[in-house]
């Protein structure tokens, strides 16, 4: 068992370094069209596993305890959205094709901010797959391994694209190949981090995963809308984007459901 936590927490991981390696084959950045794409298709994965893997369980699994369904999906929705907010007002960073740096004024060079914008992005992600996989161990949430497993391997196959987006702009910035790829291999490191801590703490709080999956579901919906909508949207007006957001968000829906 303890072996499949661990596969389950790297899987993600692996899926953004990966992706990050793509700098020591690729000979030119990706074009701003390809990144609207792979923000939209990471935009459709993030929204579908918050509903099917995070919001339905918590209020499956409240039903069960005879309390009103939606009350803890809603209040952990609104902690997770206040607690990425809270993040994003502490933590300076700069988003992929911005001049301008969110956060405290600092003298970090930007491709440090731009790789701390990825990493804010991760947080919550690591979190979603570490709660999900606390309320497989606990054995008596409804959640079952194969919900817990499509919800890593749709993280991480959105994280591959990630990983190349954060390599790549670094290498045209001018860094080596090797720095530009550890900075994608960083930023995902925050996920297995944040997936571990909360099942250290979420299995001592079973009577509260509810609370702890609507708190993910929100944290990773205000990623998307805070950030990745935007970014898709900007520029010249394009479907391929809208598309892709399409693509994510049934891929994740078709893995949880087959899976689950």
């Given at each position: ?8 927490v790297l899987i993600p991981f692996i899926g953004t370094t990966l992706g990050a390696a793509n700098v020591f084959f690729m000979k030119e950045n990706i ?167 909360t099942i250290l703490l979420s299995s001592v709080m079973v009577p509260v995963l509810p609370y702890l999956l609507g708190f993910a579901a929100g944290a ?41």
């Open positions: 068992m303890i072996s499949k936590v661990l596969l389950g074009s701003l069209k390809t990144e609207r794409m792979l923000q939209g298709f990471a935009a459709g994965v993030m929204i579908a596993a918050s509903v099917w893997s995070l919001i339905i369980p918590a209020m499956e699994q409240e039903v069960e305890m005879g309390h009103l369904a939606f009350i803890p999906a809603t209040v952990g929705i609104w902690i997770g959205m206040g607690f990425l907010m809270f993040l994003d007002h502490v933590i300076p960073h700069l988003h992929l094709n911005s001049e301008e740096a969110e956060g405290p004024h600092t003298k970090l060079q930007k491709t440090t901010m731009m790789v701390l914008a990825v990493t804010l992005h991760n947080i919550p992600e690591g979190m979603a797959v570490g709660v999900v996989l606390a309320g497989w161990l606990s054995g008596n949430t409804g959640i079952t391994m194969g919900g817990a497993f499509a919800l890593a391997i749709g993280i991480a196959i959105q994280n591959y694209p990630e990983g190349a987006i954060i390599s790549m702009p670094l290498y045209s910035e001018g860094k080596t190949k090797g720095y530009s790829f550890l900075g994608g291999f960083l930023s995902g490191l925050v996920e297995p981090i944040g997936a571990v801590v990773m919906i205000y990623v998307v809308v805070e950030e990745l909508i935007p970014e898709m949207a900007s520029g010249e007006h394009s479907h391929f984007a809208v598309v892709m957001f399409a693509v994510g968000f049934t891929l994740m829906m078709a893995l949880d459901t087959a899976l689950g």
